[in-house]
C-alpha cells in the first residue's frame, strides 16, 4: 500500500469478510499525529429510511482490522455492524 494514494483508497468498496457485508466506500482516514501513520479507516454508515437517507453515524475500522487491499475492494474484518 506504499503507493496507494487516498484518491484511489476512496473509490475501493469495503468489505466485512465476517457477514460478507457491503459497507461502502472509505470516506475518511484516521492518523497518527506523530508518525503521520494510518490507524484506521471511516466508512458512512447505514443507510435509513428505505436507503435513502445516511444515519449520520460512522463506522471507524482500525487498522489493524484490515485483511487486504485488493484492486477492487478493501476486505475487513469487523464486528457486527448494526
Do not use: H, W
Not at 32 to 46: L, R
Amino acid at each position: 500500500m506504499a503507493e496507494t494514494t487516498f484518491s484511489e483508497l476512496r473509490r475501493k468498496e469495503v468489505i466485512n469478510v465476517c457477514d460478507g457485508a457491503r459497507l461502502g466506500c472509505i470516506s475518511d482516514l484516521e492518523l497518527d499525529d506523530c508518525t503521520g501513520e494510518i490507524t484506521a479507516i471511516i466508512v458512512p454508515g447505514p443507510l435509513k429510511l428505505f436507503g435513502l437517507i445516511r444515519s449520520g453515524d460512522e463506522i471507524v475500522i482500525p487498522y489493524c482490522k484490515i485483511q487486504k487491499i485488493g484492486g477492487d475492494v478493501i476486505l475487513v474484518q469487523a464486528e457486527t455492524v448494526a
